[in-house]
């Protein structure tokens, strides 16, 4: 059974910066590829950025391309999410959702089988 844990969101100012993370257990958490996806309210489940299983191979979503960072600690196993220069648009509950195994890097949620529960980022403007 696969757990993911979402973790570090809070309210902060516009241009302030946040660091998530998702702690995965239960299974080959390395194996996977991980993403984080963000919802805000009345808008539809939205891709932010995605990482493969070594974490050589990343992508983003082009709203927050050169802003965010995705990275993975396989040894704890932890995926992080460190967003800069946030503003009011970022405004959202980021899920972290774990993928298929190899090199591919779906961007579409139906791709992931297993989320976590969320956390609120607040950005004031």
């Known amino acids: 059974q696969v757990q993911l844990v979402e973790s570090g969101g809070g309210l902060v100012q516009a241009g302030d910066s946040l660091r998530l993370s998702c702690a995965g257990s239960?299974?080959?958490?390395?194996?996977?590829?991980v993403a984080w996806f963000r919802q805000a309210p009345g808008k539809e489940r939205e891709f932010v950025a995605v990482?493969?299983?070594?974490?050589?191979?990343?992508n983003y979503a082009g709203s927050v391309k050169g802003r965010f960072t995705i990275s993975r600690d396989n040894a704890k196993p932890t995926v992080y999410l460190q967003m800069n220069m946030l503003n009011s648009e970022d405004t959202a509950v980021y899920y972290c959702?774990?993928?298929?195994?190899?090199?591919?890097?779906?961007?579409?949620?139906?791709?992931?089988?297993?989320w976590g529960q969320g956390t609120q980022v607040t950005v004031s403007s």
């Open positions: 959702a774990l993928g298929p195994s190899g090199k591919e890097l779906p961007i579409s949620a139906r791709r992931y089988n297993y």
């Open positions: 239960g299974r080959s958490f390395s194996t996977y590829t």
């Open positions: 990482i493969n299983g070594n974490g050589d191979i990343t």
